[in-house]
């Protein structure tokens, strides 16, 4: 809970300095101050948070942040102003009086409140929220945005193949863990691959509440998300229907579900709704005050995603168009457009350089040559007819006319291309030729496609003009993506493309559709459109929370924090803890909050069959730089050897809830993604002369190399792991005499409509034998021969045990959940 001292935080980076600076008495403060009460308090918020960001990067950037230093800057600044000023800061009777308005956006953020928490607990490695959430903790604790990691830093250079071989790729060295790339080997610099201004607000709200605030940074987006849509849209189309279609996106399972879950999109959301109402107010309705403002906001959107710099070129583009509707260039805005995008070029060539090769290397492969070489032609030929018909008043009335009608039909015309005529084929992936179909069916619903796009129709006839940035951005946004979605067809995470402009203004459109023609001067037609559409809002809110009511119910992940910090507490801050490689199982997860948030000393195996020489000399090398060495892992890891032994710590399973997520298919359950490992630290083996003896399933990480992950059989409690088409076991110290390998194992049931399960072992190599595994567990023998025995016994290295198994897959047979190709399922392990 947020103590006294967190709320003051809270207010000097979210309220206190853009309070002084948007009641300053500089660039006409009369004409805002007659702005509403509302608005004049939604930009105390947005303009404090745009220079707190501002400050987070810079010194970020520098490796200097500190929270301190972030609270420092912002009260001097307040200070400054408070002092400067003084009582010149009053409005006295130039400021709009309070109306009912006021009353809209408190409505939004109280549902906000409401739906938008509690957070998920979505900390772990592997996939985006992960990365967010490391990358901002990591500005917290270091202050820096390339982290210097002094683990990797330490590593010889002829050990770090086992853990971060070069890819020999621009950019970067190798990975640290999966998101964040190794830049550096010998100072160990290391940078996250996402842009850093989302980050750098999960960074602030670590040092607000700590691990709390950060996971509470995208519901407080999504609220500012709301508030920015429903600003924009009540100068648009007023505040009633603003507030509706803002009040819809509240209640919208995407928006619910992405308001819990780590991203940044709805930073993007809140950010680009903001930008496109600060350039209306600077350029529109020419309010110099809004120029800078515009200006940054524009320019930190290059700082949150690649689509930043897409919403900067309609923006400059809309700006240009501006003209012929007889509006000036804001030259300030375009001054800090100019910084901006300076920033932002050595931000992507030098800091996040290996993500911005691969965005530029990706977009031009995804959506190809000729798209993207359209699309520009297409802005310039726009600006260039703008400015050419600023000079032809009458060639200017023609193409001020034109414009809004163009943008209708080219809009209307792919709507129903995409919807009723685009067809898989041709380089076109199902999940593009069927985006609008897809997004319509899951989540706008076919009513609320047809009145945005009656809205959108409306509106861009009878207000291009009041607004001409929104309704290009939200055009090039929609064409952009339903042209190619580039993103992995799961839901809920294909919904992130339309998150942060298309879904809230296609809301913001049905919304203005449904209460069109209130300013009808009839009474009684006045009231039944106002009828007609409450009814249809309502009812179309009433499916958005219905299809959101399991999201608002279920926290992504819960449980899982306490198990880490059970795990963490394990370790000292000289130990080193060695976790096996993402290719054995989804144990590397744990492995990034671990280092970047609970600072322990990690490294990741690159593969699960390292060199055991190699790794043996790092062994030697790290026993004497730790107290203790350590292996985490669950899917198993070929590593053991006459001269490498463990000793068994502890061992844990346990289940967190995680949604489902199909492909091509809407969600509907939550499932349980289980987690296992076992914890073991490394020792110097004692040879023993006794026969080999493995339990499947039971602390075997280190014996077992691509099998399953382990299970218990129910009601019997056996453990046992199922096989793959190639499964391996690593026999320690087999004896000269051995003479017998069984193997306990069962079928699993399968169907007999499949080939039965059929096993051929082989022993380094030289094969023992061969099995129908039919029924239950039982005991399956094959004869080592002396020679083999003898071999195995003189070699250094563990004897490989290969089992080749013969495949099904339960979803195809038999229509279970089950998607695995399964072999056979072994309990237990013998040499005799």
Do not use: C
């Amino acid at each position: 809970m947020v103590g006294v001292a967190g709320t003051a935080a809270f207010l000097l980076v979210a309220l206190a300095p853009g309070s002084v600076l948007f009641r300053a008495p500089v660039l006409a403060r009369d004409t805002r101050a007659r702005l509403a009460i509302e608005e004049r308090a939604y930009w105390s918020l947005v303009i404090s948070l745009a220079i707190t960001l501002t400050i987070t990067m810079a010194l970020a950037a520098a490796g200097a942040y500190r929270f301190h230093r972030l609270l420092l800057i912002n009260g001097v600044i307040t200070a400054a102003a408070l002092v400067w000023w003084r009582t010149k800061l009053l409005y006295r009777a130039t400021a709009a009086r309070p109306g009912w308005t006021l009353m809209l956006p408190m409505v939004l953020v109280t549902l906000g409140l409401r739906f938008f928490f509690p957070p998920a607990e979505y900390i772990i490695g592997g996939k985006d929220p992960g990365t967010y959430m490391n990358e901002g903790i990591q500005i917290a604790q270091r202050g820096t945005l390339v982290v210097h990691d002094p683990v990797v830093a330490a590593v010889p250079v002829p050990f770090r193949d086992l853990f971060f071989p070069s890819y020999n790729t621009p950019g970067y060295y190798s990975i640290r863990f999966m998101g964040f790339y190794l830049i550096d080997p010998d100072t160990g610099a290391v940078v996250g691959q996402f842009p850093h201004l989302y980050p750098a607000s999960i960074a602030v709200a670590y040092g607000i509440d700590g691990l709390t605030g950060a996971r509470r940074a995208s519901g407080f987006w999504a609220i500012v998300g709301l508030l920015a849509l429903y600003f924009a849209g009540a100068r648009l189309v007023g505040g009633p229907a603003a507030a509706a279609g803002a009040a819809l996106l509240a209640m919208h399972v995407v928006q619910i579900w992405y308001a819990r879950y780590p991203n940044a999109e709805l930073t993007l959301q809140a950010l680009l709704f903001a930008s496109l109402l600060a350039v209306a107010r600077a350029q529109i309705d020419d309010d110099r005050f809004f120029e800078p403002v515009a200006g940054l906001l524009l320019s930190l959107l290059l700082f949150v995603r690649g689509e930043g710099a897409l919403a900067l070129v309609v923006a400059g583009v809309a700006m240009a168009l501006a003209g012929i509707d007889g509006r000036r260039l804001p030259r300030m805005l375009l001054a800090f457009m100019g910084v901006g995008l300076a920033l932002a070029a050595w931000y992507w060539t030098s800091v996040v350089r290996a993500y911005g090769t691969y965005q530029a290397m990706y977009y031009t492969w995804n959506l190809g040559i000729i798209p993207l070489a359209g699309s520009a032609v297409t802005a310039l030929a726009l600006a260039a007819i703008a400015l050419w018909a600023r000079r032809r008043p009458d060639t200017a009335r023609r193409v001020r006319d034109l414009i809004p009608m163009l943008l209708s039909v080219v809009v209307l015309v792919a709507a129903a291309y995409a919807y009723f005529l685009r067809t898989p084929g041709g380089g076109i992936a199902p999940h593009d030729a069927l985006a609008l179909r897809t997004v319509t069916a899951f989540y706008l619903f076919l009513p609320g496609l047809v009145a945005a796009l009656l809205g959108f129709v409306l509106l861009v006839r009878r207000r291009f003009w009041r607004d001409p940035a929104t309704f290009l951005l939200v055009s090039f946004f929609a064409l952009f993506f339903f042209y190619k979605i580039r993103i992995v067809p799961e839901h809920f995470w294909m919904a992130r493309r339309f998150l942060p402009a298309v879904l809230p203004a296609a809301l913001l459109f049905a919304a203005s559709a449904a209460l069109v023609g209130l300013e009808t001067r009839a009474r009684w037609t006045r009231a039944a459109r106002l009828v007609i559409g409450i009814a249809f809002l309502s009812l179309l809110g009433q499916q958005y929370l219905r299809a959101s009511d399991p999201v608002r119910h279920h926290v992504e992940y819960a449980g899982i924090i306490p198990k880490l910090e059970q795990l963490a507490s394990r370790f000292k801050d000289d130990d080193l803890v060695i976790v096996e490689s993402r290719a054995a199982s989804d144990t590397h997860v744990l492995a990034l909050p671990l280092a970047y948030i609970y600072a322990r000393q990690v490294l990741v195996l690159n593969t699960p069959v390292p060199d055991k020489g190699q790794f043996q000399q790092f062994l030697e090398w790290a026993r004497h730089r730790y107290r203790n060495v350590y292996f985490l892992g669950g899917g198993g890891t070929d590593l053991l050897s006459r001269s490498i032994g463990v000793s068994a710590v502890t061992s844990d399973r346990f289940q967190v809830p995680e949604y489902d997520s199909p492909v091509n298919a809407y969600p509907r359950r939550v499932e349980q993604k289980e987690f296992e490992y076992g914890l073991y630290r490394f020792v110097t083996p004692r040879p023993e002369a006794t026969w080999f003896t493995l339990d499947v399933g039971t602390r075997d990480d280190l014996h077992v190399v691509r099998f399953h992950a382990k299970e218990v059989e129910v009601p019997s409690g056996t453990s046992f792991r199922w096989t793959r088409d190639v499964s391996y076991v690593s026999i320690v110290n087999p004896l000269p005499d051995s003479r017998l390998l069984t193997l306990w194992m069962k079928d699993g049931g399968r169907p007999a409509t499949v080939p039965a399960a059929e096993v051929k072992v082989l022993m380094n190599g030289t094969l023992l034998g061969s099995a129908i595994v039919r029924g239950d567990f039982k005991a399956y023998s094959f004869v080592i021969s002396p020679e083999v025995a003898s071999s195995a016994a003189l070699s250094e290295k563990p004897a490989r045990l290969r089992i080749e198994s013969s495949l099904w897959n339960p979803r195809k047979v038999i229509g279970s959940g089950d998607d695995r190709q399964l072999g056979v399922m072994i309990d237990r392990i013998e040499v005799r």
